[in-house]
């Protein structure tokens, strides 16, 4: 099935400049770029992108993640492909870097593990989001994207169902 999901070029991969390895990666892949913008997020809009990890997690970690994606600029983007919801948690790894594994985006451009961060009082640096299954991508993508802001158009590629 075609799906829709948004990933975020987080603070800290725009400010190691790893937007253009990150985005070849998908573009390599064959997922689709439907939509694309760079924004500076608040607090009330990192509340509404986070909306669970109150719940999942803890007000701590939801405040050091609020303060991590308000550091910068992040870019928002929405890919469209064949499962692009699950393909692209795949391309991303683990929450962790130190449990990414290598040949994902996570593990290659970072290591750090969280018994580290926490010990050093430092965020986990991961690079991007990327939204977990159906529903978020669905919740995500109306929250950073307008109707007119994605776009229809055809690959040259998609002849060859990359
Ligand atoms: N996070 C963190 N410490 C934690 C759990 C989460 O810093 O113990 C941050 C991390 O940046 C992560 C984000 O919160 O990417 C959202 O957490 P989630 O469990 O949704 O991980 P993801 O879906 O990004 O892998
Ligand atoms: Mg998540």
Do not use: C
């Amino acid at each position: 099935m075609i799906e829709q999901t948004l990933i975020l070029i987080k603070p800290d991969g725009v400010q190691r400049a790893l937007i253009g390895k990150i985005l070849s990666r998908f573009e390599d892949a064959g997922l689709k770029i439907i939509g694309m913008k760079m924004q500076w997020v608040d607090e009330e809009f990192a509340e509404k992108h986070y909306k669970d990890i109150k719940e999942r997690y803890d007000e701590k970690i939801f405040n050091n993640l609020s303060e991590y994606i308000r550091e910068g600029p992040v870019l928002a983007i929405v890919l469209e492909g064949v499962s692009a919801i699950p393909i692209v948690r795949k391309m991303v790894g683990s929450t962790y870097p130190s449990e990414a594994q290598p040949g994902t985006i996570r593990g290659d451009y970072s290591h750090i593990s969280k018994e580290h961060a926490n010990k050093h009082n430092k965020k986990v640096g991961n690079l991007i989001h990327a939204s977990a299954d159906e529903k978020d991508a669905k919740h995500e993508i109306n929250l950073w994207f307008t109707k007119e802001e994605l776009h229809t158009y055809t690959r040259t590629d998609e002849f060859h169902l990359v």
